[in-house]
């Protein structure tokens, strides 16, 4: 069998890893000329930490994880209102969470990667029917699957079932990502994610290594994406944070140094058309304030690929993968928009000084599986649990 997969972003890389595990033929194409250098740091956890155990990477996701010891809110005179230890959240979590640049989780997912996984970069689909694809370099593929995992500006997701504007939801937030080089800034946040206490914008820290900052931002906006002006975006809405903030965003880098883009959803009735599917952020993108979508793009890659290794034929094994997983990723989003926005981005001082007041009280004995919960949100089932009842399934019909 032999599949062609768009974006070799987190959900591409291990659906390529995990279909060639169960013997397809895979091409695996990226825009991009090359790997990511930038993104954000992840905190990672949930279904996705299930399905990296599942696949046996668990001992090097946790090589490759970064060793934060504590979390901490800072005020705009760089006072601390908020310290927590950064084990709170591993006890909550039974131990399953890593902090991990997204570009170093890409890493480990490329490097698992199979013989049989032929990567092209700088390439795209530009045209797509249901067994065939051509690419950017006018190359013609046949496939028996055809899948978008090309992030929440998807390509195929635009040539198969309509413009983005049908599905994208946006949140109403502009976000970057940057990493900077600052001895300074390093020595006060090693060991820490540290993140101002502001309304409407938040300007997040943790140390890397050797004097190395990642740096991301969100800011509340109506304003439109302009990539050439992501710096000076940056350097006006962030500017009176405090000391600390002020040093890091006037070491911004240019902005083609940087990732930036709106923060929004995709919100899908259906992500299969015959043998094409999408997964990930082209198909159920939660948004950077639901903090899970490099764990649901893992866990979606994984479950598709299992119930297509099963004998089903294509199409009813995408349908099981929808029907299994559609349910758990609009939940998250719901979840998201209901909850976790406020929680991430006060707008008002009472929301501030109620996160405040919950982040506090997660050191009280009994109380941090509660702001857990709500800052985690995650299925009833494992993702082993839905991959089994799905093969369960395919191979009753």
């Known amino acids: 069998m032999?599949?062609?997969?768009?974006?070799?972003?987190?959900?591409?890389?291990?659906?390529?890893?995990?279909?060639?595990?169960?013997?397809?033929?895979?091409?695996?194409v990226e825009r991009a000329s090359g790997p990511r250098r930038h993104g954000y740091m992840i905190d990672f956890s949930g279904a996705g930490f299930d399905a990296v155990t599942a696949m046996g990477l668990e001992p090097r996701l946790r090589?490759?994880?970064?060793?934060?010891?504590?979390?901490?809110?800072?005020?705009?005179?760089?006072?601390?209102?908020?310290?927590?230890?950064?084990?709170?959240?591993?006890?909550?979590?039974?131990?399953?969470?890593?902090?991990?640049?997204?570009?170093?989780?890409?890493?480990?997912?490329?490097?698992?990667?199979?013989?049989?996984?032929?990567?092209?970069?700088?390439?795209?689909?530009?045209?797509?029917?249901?067994?065939?694809?051509?690419?950017?370099?006018?190359t013609v593929l046949e496939a028996d699957l055809i899948v978008g995992a090309d992030g929440i500006h998807s390509r195929i997701r635009s040539q198969v079932f309509g413009p983005e504007t049908q599905y994208l939801r946006?949140?109403?937030?502009?976000?970057?990502?940057?990493?900077?080089?600052?001895?300074?800034?390093?020595?006060?946040?090693?060991?820490?994610?540290?993140?101002?206490?502001?309304?409407?914008?938040q300007l997040g820290l943790y140390g890397l290594a050797d004097g190395q900052v990642a740096a991301f931002t969100v800011h509340r906006t109506d304003a439109e994406i302009f990539p050439d002006n992501a710096r000076e975006e940056v350097r006006r809405e962030f500017s009176g944070l405090g000391?600390?903030?002020?040093?890091?965003?006037s070491r911004c880098p240019p902005s083609r140094e940087m990732y930036d883009d709106q923060v929004a959803q995709i919100r899908m009735p259906r992500w299969t058309e015959g043998r094409v599917a999408l997964v990930g952020d082209a198909a159920y993108a939660v948004s950077l304030v639901a903090g899970q979508g490099a764990s649901l793009g893992v866990a979606g890659a994984y479950l598709l690929a299992e119930m297509l290794a099963t004998e089903a034929a294509v199409p009813e094994a995408l349908a099981e993968y929808e029907r299994r997983w559609h349910p758990?990723?609009?939940?998250?989003?719901?979840?998201?928009?209901?909850?976790?926005?406020?929680?991430?981005?006060?707008?008002?001082?009472?929301?501030?000084?109620?996160?405040?007041?919950?982040?506090?009280?997660?050191?009280?004995?009994?109380?941090?599986?509660?702001?857990?919960?709500?800052?985690?949100?995650?299925?009833?089932r494992s993702i082993t649990e839905l991959s089994e009842a799905g093969r369960a399934q395919l191979r009753s019909t």
């Open 2 to 28: 032999k599949a062609l997969i768009c974006g070799a972003g987190i959900a591409g890389l291990t659906l390529a890893g995990r279909l060639n595990h169960h013997g397809w033929d895979v091409t695996l």
């Open 63 to 138: 090589e490759k994880a970064g060793a934060v010891s504590e979390f901490r809110y800072i005020d705009d005179r760089g006072r601390t209102t908020v310290r927590l230890d950064y084990g709170v959240f591993v006890k909550a979590l039974d131990g399953q969470i890593v902090s991990i640049m997204r570009p170093a989780l890409e890493e480990m997912l490329r490097d698992a990667l199979g013989d049989g996984v032929d990567l092209r970069y700088g390439l795209t689909v530009d045209q797509v029917t249901e067994e065939t694809a051509v690419l950017s370099d006018g």
């Open 170 to 201: 946006d949140l109403g937030m502009h976000t970057s990502a940057f990493v900077i080089e600052d001895q300074e800034v390093f020595e006060q946040v090693r060991g820490q994610f540290v993140l101002t206490e502001s309304l409407d914008r």
């Open 243 to 249: 000391e600390l903030a002020d040093r890091v965003i």
């Open 328 to 380: 758990v990723a609009t939940g998250i989003q719901e979840a998201a928009r209901a909850r976790v926005i406020e929680v991430f981005l006060p707008r008002t001082r009472r929301t501030l000084l109620l996160r405040r007041w919950g982040f506090r009280a997660m050191n009280l004995p009994g109380l941090h599986h509660l702001m857990t919960g709500s800052l985690f949100p995650k299925g009833s």
